[in-house]
């Protein structure tokens, strides 16, 4: 397994600010997600953090909206830009040691409110 | 369009009996499943997984059940205890060598003591 944090743990922002979640793992790591997961919702995959190169998002995110960073093998980072109430959710990263068929191990999550 | 279903929000159980959890998917390119549990304000934590390439898969108290004619899969958990409370997710990938997992909206599971 790995061990997982993310900060903030939770925050309540103001429209149309921005927040970064920070998102930090004990050891290297093959690859690195970001999740969102809204009131009542499934798990949504927003965007594949690569490391030293850009993100690859999944339809319905961009990145002017969900920038990633991933610096080394160990830490990313997401922002959520210009938000709304609909960005309230909880988002997650998570990891995987290997490619193909391998288990996602998460962190505790942020959960974001947008008043 | 979900492609993979929970259907039941909510579950309740007595300690000591079994609990049967049900996923259901629409995608015949899914062949590979998993079943995640969740604390409030944790992560999921990854319980169990299965291949296409087999119908049983157990752990423990944990046994997966794939019927892939049917698309379903069900966790089953023998004997339940209070420690099993939490919502689960049935996730699946499309092919073999990806990482994306498609999850489902999640069960709360709540075992009565």
């Known amino acids: 397994s790995a061990v997982i944090s993310q900060k903030p743990s939770r925050d309540i922002c103001q429209r149309g600010t921005s927040l970064t979640i920070q998102c930090q793992v004990d050891?290297?790591?093959?690859?690195m997600f970001w999740y969102r997961q809204q009131p009542g919702q499934s798990l949504t995959l927003i965007a594949t953090?690569?490391?030293?190169?850009?993100?690859?998002?999944e339809s319905g995110f961009v990145i002017d909206k969900f920038p990633i960073s991933r610096p080394n093998l160990t830490f990313s980072t997401l922002t959520v830009s210009n938000m709304s109430p609909e960005d309230s959710s909880i988002y997650l990263c998570?990891?995987?040691?290997?490619?193909?068929?391998?288990?996602?191990?998460f962190g505790p999550g942020t959960r974001l409110t947008v008043l | 369009d979900q492609q993979v279903k929970q259907n039941s929000p909510s579950l309740s159980v007595q300690e000591g009996r079994i609990s049967i959890l049900n996923c259901d998917y629409t995608?015949?390119?899914?062949?590979?499943f998993l079943w995640y549990k969740k604390y409030p304000a944790e992560g999921p934590t990854f319980l169990i997984s299965i291949s296409s390439i087999k119908d049983k898969n157990e752990d423990g108290r944990f046994t997966v059940f794939l019927n892939k004619s049917a698309k379903h899969l069900s966790l089953h958990i023998v004997p339940s205890q209070p420690g099993d409370s939490a919502v689960y997710f049935c996730a699946a990938s499309p092919s073999s060598g990806t990482y994306k997992y498609i999850f489902g909206t999640g069960t709360r599971l709540k075992v009565l003591a």
């Open positions: 953090a690569n490391q030293g190169s850009e993100a690859t998002y």
């Open positions: 995608n015949s390119m899914f062949d590979y």
């Open positions: 998570s990891v995987t040691r290997g490619t193909g068929h391998n288990e996602q191990f």
């Open positions: 050891s290297q790591v093959t690859m």
